[in-house]
């Protein structure tokens, strides 16, 4: 789509959404099917929506109910996430396979049907079933409801920004290949831009994403890292950017010139265009924490275009746009400038009177070779992922909370251990015969109004490795952060609980850990992962079974008459 419609449409829709008196019911239809798409000096099949990549920019103000029909035309089973949406009262919307529904099968289809209660800003929607979040995803954004507005200054332009991976072969192929060898998959051929790699690739110069701006515009960048196993930095070249928001949650305002977001985040920046009127390339690529592991060492790039810049070609090759300092693979320290500035706005109410304190060790694994006779993981092993050394393994012929609500027996069991069965020096030199977890599907059961504290502890093993940590169903706070082994005696006096950030998605420092605390208040089976694919395929999630509260309203509805079966 040329990008100065695309501008066109958003400032159109804004009238138009600013235009309403009540909230509205949005009804849209989703068509998944294979579509020939061109990228990199080939053309191939992909999986989209509606033949789209990126897919449909859904569009919406708190209180709206939206109501997306989802017809199966592609080859491959499918579910629809509508990532960091709470569900409250509607978890059969939530979307990931096999948790709170079976897939819809080709040929099939399934409605979701949900309600925005108190949520605005960025969010985003992906397929959330084997790998097809390589190619299924698509801004979500939720303007102020009827009466509100941004708590700054409106801008001129509103811009999503979708951070992709690209891979030349079909996605399938290779998670089927990662699965049956049991190594860590292909790594991707490209980083894209709202579906473009760039012109630092081949055969990608036309195409190249270009954002038009006037000189003095304000402009608000909602960035989404919809990547499938990337944490990525991000900037543009000779511009400050004002962090306002990160997972569809206002943050006390601080300029940065570099982003850092784990798949699954989102960041609302605000651009201010003045610089001299000319091109300028926003781009983006790896942040790398594990040691020697292969990945995607390329540089997407767009550009901020200034309008009434001279061509590219009337001042001769100097006047090609500016590439950006861009941090270096592994520049943890940057990582941690970044994240350690997120806060709330004001003061907040964190919870305090803490009924589960739950210690979660996670990480990455190995296990003996099965298939043999040999495997792809080092020393013919297959790479595993777990939580307190649960290797997370879902159901097969029903979801979670299709057992749940239908009490199918022999599903799930509730004993998810709350602390890890065994202490160890978790980032150190850890022996080998704790490298090798178990498999089950363990949930761990949570009383409605529960107040929650959870410490989520990086290993040693494989590799230290900075995490991206997703809880479905619920928001929480990150009151600590911090390297190493975490220590009750020292590292709690140094909680925030005044202005913590408040997010959907925990990035967990390389080596060190991440504390946070939220109130389990919507009933339903809630699924925690790691939103590295390839990590959560090895087994790294685990899911809260909420229980029923007292009210009329907060318990668990009977599931919509066409939700999928297995």
């Known amino acids: 789509m040329d990008a100065t419609f695309f501008i066109a449409l958003v400032v159109g829709l804004l009238f138009v959404l600013s235009s309403r008196t009540k909230a509205e019911t949005q009804y849209h239809d989703f068509v998944v099917q294979e579509t020939p798409v061109k990228r990199l000096c080939r053309t191939k099949n992909i999986i989209t929506v509606n033949g789209q990549f990126p897919g449909p920019t859904l569009e919406v103000r708190d209180e709206d109910t939206l109501v997306v029909n989802v017809l199966n035309n592609a080859r491959y089973n499918i579910t629809i996430h509508w990532h960091g949406i709470l569900q409250i009262?509607?978890?059969?919307?939530?979307?990931?396979?096999?948790?709170?529904?079976?897939?819809?099968?080709?040929?099939?289809?399934?409605?979701?049907?949900?309600?925005?209660?108190?949520?605005?800003?960025?969010?985003?929607?992906?397929?959330?079933?084997?790998?097809?979040?390589?190619?299924?995803?698509?801004?979500?954004?939720?303007?102020?409801?009827?009466?509100?507005?941004y708590p700054y200054p409106l801008p001129k332009l509103e811009i999503p920004i979708l951070l992709g991976q690209w891979w030349n072969l079909d996605i399938i192929s290779i998670l089927n290949q990662a699965t049956f060898s049991g190594g860590a998959p292909n790594i991707s051929n490209a980083y894209t831009?709202?579906?473009?790699?760039?012109?630092?690739y081949r055969c990608s110069n036309k195409d190249t994403m270009k954002f038009y701006v006037e000189s003095g515009d304000r402009v608000l960048m909602r960035v989404?890292?919809?990547?499938?196993?990337?944490?990525?930095?991000?900037?543009?070249?000779?511009?400050?950017?004002?962090?306002?928001?990160?997972?569809?949650?206002?943050?006390?305002?601080?300029?940065?010139?570099?982003?850092?977001?784990?798949?699954?985040?989102?960041?609302?920046?605000?651009?201010?265009?003045?610089?001299?009127?000319?091109?300028?390339?926003?781009?983006?690529?790896?942040?790398?924490?594990?040691?020697?592991?292969?990945?995607?060492?390329?540089?997407t790039t767009a550009i901020l275009a200034y309008k009434y810049a001279p061509c590219s070609g009337q001042m001769g090759t100097s006047f090609k746009p500016i590439?950006?300092?861009?941090?270096?693979?592994?520049?943890?320290?940057?990582?941690?400038?970044?994240?350690?500035?997120?806060?709330?706005?004001?003061?907040?109410?964190?919870?305090?009177?803490i009924t589960e304190d739950l210690f979660f060790v996670i990480g990455l694994g190995l296990v003996n070779c099965n298939p043999g006779p040999t495997c792809q993981g080092p020393n013919n092993t297959r790479f595993a992922a777990s939580m307190n050394n649960i290797s997370f393994v879902l159901p097969q012929t029903t979801s979670l909370l299709q057992a749940h609500y239908q009490k199918i027996p022999n599903v799930f069991t509730t004993d998810f251990p709350p602390v890890p069965p065994l202490r160890f020096n978790y980032t150190g030199n850890v022996p080998r015969a704790l490298w090798q977890p178990v498999s089950g599907t363990k949930l761990y059961k949570l009383k409605f109004g529960s107040q929650v504290q959870i410490v989520l502890q990086g290993t040693a093993i494989v590799s230290t490795e900075d995490h991206p940590v997703h809880l479905h169903g619920h928001e929480f706070y990150i009151v600590?952060?911090?390297?190493?082994?975490?220590?009750?005696?020292?590292?709690?006096?140094?909680?925030?609980?005044?202005?913590?950030?408040?997010?959907?998605?925990?990035?967990?420092?390389v080596g060190g850990w991440s504390v946070i605390r939220f109130i389990a208040d919507n009933p339903g089976v809630w699924l925690m992962h790691c939103h590295l694919d390839s990590h959560l395929t090895w087994g790294f999630g685990m899911s809260f079974l909420v229980e029923n509260g007292p009210g009329k309203l907060q318990s668990v509805q009977a599931p919509p008459l066409d939700l999928p079966q297995c």
Request: hydrophobic share 35%; charged share 15%; with cysteine.
């Open 323 to 353: 590439l950006p300092n861009l941090p270096s693979y592994n520049d943890t320290a940057t990582v941690t400038t970044f994240t350690s500035q997120l806060k709330s706005p004001s003061k907040v109410k964190v919870p305090t009177n």
């Open 224 to 299: 989404i890292n919809s990547a499938l196993n990337q944490q990525l930095f991000f900037t543009i070249a000779n511009h400050q950017l004002t962090v306002v928001a990160a997972d569809a949650l206002y943050t006390k305002p601080f300029t940065t010139t570099t982003l850092m977001l784990g798949p699954g985040q989102t960041t609302d920046v605000i651009l201010v265009a003045d610089q001299d009127p000319r091109y300028y390339y926003i781009a983006a690529r790896a942040y790398e924490s594990a040691q020697n592991a292969p990945f995607d060492q390329t540089t």
């Open 193 to 200: 831009i709202n579906g473009q790699p760039g012109d630092l």
């Open 89 to 149: 009262g509607t978890p059969w919307a939530d979307g990931p396979d096999r948790v709170t529904q079976c897939p819809i099968q080709p040929g099939a289809s399934y409605t979701y049907r949900f309600t925005i209660i108190k949520q605005e800003g960025t969010l985003w929607w992906h397929a959330h079933s084997q790998w097809l979040r390589a190619t299924v995803y698509g801004a979500l954004i939720i303007y102020p409801k009827l009466g509100s507005s």
């Open 480 to 509: 600590g952060q911090g390297f190493g082994n975490f220590n009750p005696s020292t590292d709690t006096a140094k909680f925030n609980l005044y202005d913590p950030p408040r997010r959907n998605t925990v990035n967990v420092p």
